[in-house]
Nanobody
Framework: QVQLVESGGGLVQAGGSLRLSCAAS????????MGWFRQAPGKEREFVAC?????YYADSVEGRFTISRDPAKNTVDLQMNSLKPEDTAIYYC?????????????????????WGQGTQVTVSS
């Protein structure tokens, strides 16, 4: 039974930092793609960042956010710096259970098989 449990969300001021963490259980994701998506009220869920052996970022967060992982702990983190009000959203951790990733692009939600419950990030101005 695979579970992704997120932590680290909260309220921060614009320009501040926050670190999200996602702990996976039920199987190892050490060699599988994991990522972060976010969804603001009234908007579609959008890709934020992902990592397998290399990291990829949405243009809106590149240079401000850093995704990292600890294979030994089966976790993936998202360090968010220079936060902006437009970063306010529910952030979801996601993981792929497929070795072959060629069916979907990394920024597509279809590339991920498991999802966390979501954690709220609010950036005040």
């Amino acid at each position: 039974q695979v579970q992704l449990v997120e932590s680290g969300g909260g309220l921060v001021q614009a320009g501040g930092s926050l670190r999200l963490s996602c702990a996976a259980s039920g199987r190892s994701f050490s060699n599988y793609r994991m990522g972060w998506f976010r969804q603001a009220p009234g908007k579609e869920r959008e890709f934020v960042a992902c990592i397998r052996w290399n990291a990829y970022y949405a243009d809106s967060v590149e240079g401000r956010f850093t995704i990292s992982r600890d294979p030994a702990k089966n976790t993936v983190d998202l360090q968010m710096n220079s936060l902006k009000p437009e970063d306010t959203a529910i952030y979801y951790c996601a993981a792929s259970g497929q070795w072959d990733t060629s069916s979907h692009q990394y920024y597509s939600s279809l590339a991920y098989d498991y999802w966390g419950q979501g954690t709220q990030v609010t950036v005040s101005s």
